[in-house]
């Protein structure tokens, strides 16, 4: 099992900037990806960021060159620095791993984080 605690969402305005934290305990030697996704009212869930099982990065198109995502192995946690934030950014922010056990692959999310954007 893993737990996943987010936290860092607020409210900004446009141009503005937040870092969201993702705490992560349990089975962390199972984890072999990391990442957030977002989701907007009325839209499905997206990914956002993400390190992958290979230990290469992915970005979503629409936030490369703003948003930025790391991790501290001391600290048990995975951030997401996000700037120049817009509008269309408006979601909650889940913190997502894949952790396996065996031939058994599970995911699992975090609560969520409300990011709002004003403009």
């Known amino acids: 099992q893993v737990q996943l605690v987010e936290s860092g969402g607020d409210l900004v305005q446009r141009g503005g900037s937040l870092r969201l934290s993702c705490a992560v305990s349990?089975?962390?030697?199972?984890?072999?990806?990391m990442g957030w996704y977002r989701q907007a009212p009325g839209k499905q869930r997206e990914l956002v960021a993400a390190?992958?099982?290979?230990?290469?990065?992915n970005y979503a198109d629409s936030v490369k060159g703003r948003f930025t995502i790391s991790r501290d192995s001391a600290k048990n946690a995975v951030y997401l620095q996000m700037n120049s934030l817009e509008p269309e950014d408006t979601a909650v922010y889940y913190c997502?791993?894949?952790?396996?056990?065996?031939?058994?692959?599970?995911?699992?999310w975090g609560q969520g984080t409300q990011v709002t954007v004003s403009s």
């Open positions: 349990g089975s962390i030697s199972s984890i072999y990806a």
């Open positions: 390190f992958t099982r290979t230990g290469n990065t």
């Open positions: 997502h791993a894949g952790a396996g056990y065996g031939a058994a692959e599970y995911d699992y």
